[in-house]
């Protein structure tokens, strides 16, 4: 099954940048799950809380220097924090930033989303989560989280 909707960590400081779009693009070592269209921002370090959220305008996989050599002037990152980053990776993933929305409320997954883990890199929102996060987040309300997480044919 192809899951298109993650609950993305992304530290604090990158998690502001894209939300007040100064960074429109997120930079990750590791390929996503194919046809990931809607990322749901979990701010991680202090804040520890979902804060928003972005569509997927595509994702770009490539070797660091492709993807610095493209995308540097969007990832909101100084080269030597990207290379400390990519150190000894041979592949780079960059996922484009469409459309964005910061929560007027943020989401305590603590208080609110019963059992949930904040992600090392991603995770997939729970079925039990669904309606708190349908109910808070525009693009799911708009959408409905069925279009994101149907299989493919």
């Known amino acids: ?8 960590s992304i530290k604090q400081q990158y998690a502001e940048a894209i939300l007040s779009g100064k960074k429109t693009c997120e930079l990750r070592k590791g390929r996503f799950p194919k046809g990931v269209r809607l990322a ?3 701010a991680s370090n202090h804040e520890g809380r979902i804060t928003g959220w972005f569509t997927v305008k595509r994702e770009v996989v490539g070797t660091p220097a492709e993807i610095w050599h493209q995308f540097s002037n969007m990832a909101g990152i100084s080269k030597e ?9 041979d592949s780079a993933v960059c996922l484009v930033v469409g459309e964005k929305q910061r929560l007027e409320k943020p989401i305590d997954p603590t208080e609110e989303l019963k ?3 904040p992600p090392q890199s991603f995770t997939y929102p729970r079925k039990e989560h669904l309606p708190i996060l349908t109910s808070r987040i525009d693009a799911l309300y708009r959408e409905s989280l069925r279009r ?3 299989p493919e044919p």
């Not at 924090?81 to 990776?89: K, R, S, V």
């Open 40 to 42: 749901i921002i979990y």
């Open 115 to 117: 059992g949930f883990i």
């Open 148 to 150: 994101y997480s149907d």
């Open 81 to 89: 924090d990207f290379d400390n980053y990519y150190e000894g990776a």
């Open 1 to 8: 099954m192809a899951v298109k909707v993650v609950i993305l």
